[in-house]
């Protein structure tokens, strides 16, 4: 394989292993009652509209439906891609759940 073919292969990869990662965070809000675009965007208040999100929540099942998500799963997928201000969110999200 020549490097441009690897080059290649290895951005497939990782755009494949991202959709994952995004449809994880996207199934757990849901799992949980939570808007995942609201959530999103209180990590990036910055950005525009995303559009990967957007794609994966199309990709989502309601939560009746869907396998259970753990809690650390998620933190795990999202800090494995360096998205650690969503991660933060997501652990706020979790605190609150748990409180008494």
Same mark, same amino acid.
């Not at 675009?37 to 999103?40: N, Q």
């Given at each position: 394989m020549d490097p441009k073919d690897l080059e290649q292969q290895i951005i497939q990869n990782y755009k494949q292993d991202e959709g994952m990662?995004?449809?994880v965070f996207a199934q757990w809000c849901i799992n949980h009652d939570i808007d995942p675009?609201?959530?999103?965007f209180r990590a990036y208040p910055a950005q525009q =509209?995303?559009?990967r999100l957007n794609h994966m929540l199309e990709q989502t099942v309601s939560k009746q439906e869907?396998?259970?998500i753990a809690d650390e799963s998620v933190?795990?997928?999202l800090?494995?891609?360096g998205n650690e201000d969503l991660a933060f969110e997501v652990m706020? =999200?979790?605190e609150r759940r748990l409180k008494p």
């Open positions: 990662m995004i449809l675009k609201a959530l999103y =509209e995303n559009e869907s396998e259970e933190l795990g997928v800090s494995l891609f706020k =999200e979790i």
